[in-house]
């Protein structure tokens, strides 16, 4: 009687997670389609709206300008977040690679890419040497493209910043970080973090499409590891990770 039951409380379970499988599935292709779909629209509405602004914009007044640019505005970040969605959606989809790869010298890469981009803004980045881990490259480099980019867009308002990338040990397993000394957040939503479309901040103080956390915890649990963070409003935020 137990082993029967057993059984069938086995066959259960590989049923659900083989119905579980089929639903992600079509939920991720339906994602996929969906996201490449509006790309269209989207490039007719951005491109009929800067060809009003030069050809007609002698005939419109400031308001009528506005308007335009606001739809232009709104129509480029519509195309940010399908590209995110599209980013999430291949990182779920996706075969992953395992080799060697140096976290170190992919944090130092990013760093400077970082500063290239905004020369202007005093930020230290402090990077921990050796870093090395196996996993897949791409994806763990799309993980620090994330997280690094969040520490250098979270300490936007502050005159100087500290970014710092390294390592320690939580549970007896390598656990890696990326530090700030920004703007920080509320550890009573941090259950929220790391799901699609979840801002802790306004659109006005900080850009962003809340997609970024999400692709980061769905690479991290692909290569069986797990993400956190840990932050006090205005003191900072870390954001760790482990790698199975």
């Not at 977040?81 to 999430?88: C, E, G, K, T, Y």
């Not at 500063?115 to 921990?128: H, K, L, N, W």
């Amino acid at each position: 009687m137990l082993a029967d039951a057993f059984n069938k409380m086995t066959e259960d379970l590989q049923r659900r997670d083989i119905e579980l499988a089929a639903v992600n599935e079509e939920l991720e292709a339906f994602n996929y389609s969906v996201s490449h779909d509006l790309r269209s629209p989207l490039r007719s509405i951005d491109g009929f709206s800067q060809a009003l602004l030069e050809d007609y914009g002698d005939k419109l007044d400031e308001q009528g300008k506005d308007y335009l640019g606001l739809t232009r505005a709104a129509s480029q970040r519509m195309g940010i977040l399908i590209d995110d969605l599209l980013n999430l959606s291949r990182v779920t989809r996706g075969d992953i690679r395992r080799e060697q790869v140096d976290l170190s010298s992919i944090a130092r890469l990013v760093a400077t890419e970082l500063q290239r981009e905004d020369s202007g803004r005093q930020v230290t980045f402090e990077v921990a040497e050796g870093a090395v881990t196996m996993g897949d490259p791409h994806l763990l480099r799309t993980v620090l493209d994330n997280l690094m980019g969040n520490a250098w867009k979270f300490t936007g308002n502050h005159p100087t910043a500290t970014i710092e990338f390294g390592v320690t040990e939580k549970d007896g397993r390598p656990a890696y970080f990326v530090r700030d000394d920004g703007a920080g957040f509320d550890m009573a939503y941090a259950a929220n973090l790391f799901g699609a479309f979840q801002r802790l901040h306004a659109m006005t103080e900080f850009s962003g499409t809340g997609i970024g956390l999400a692709t980061v915890q769905r690479i991290i649990h692909r290569h069986g590891g797990r993400v956190w963070a840990e932050a006090e409003v205005e003191q900072g935020a870390t954001f760790f990770f482990t790698l199975g």
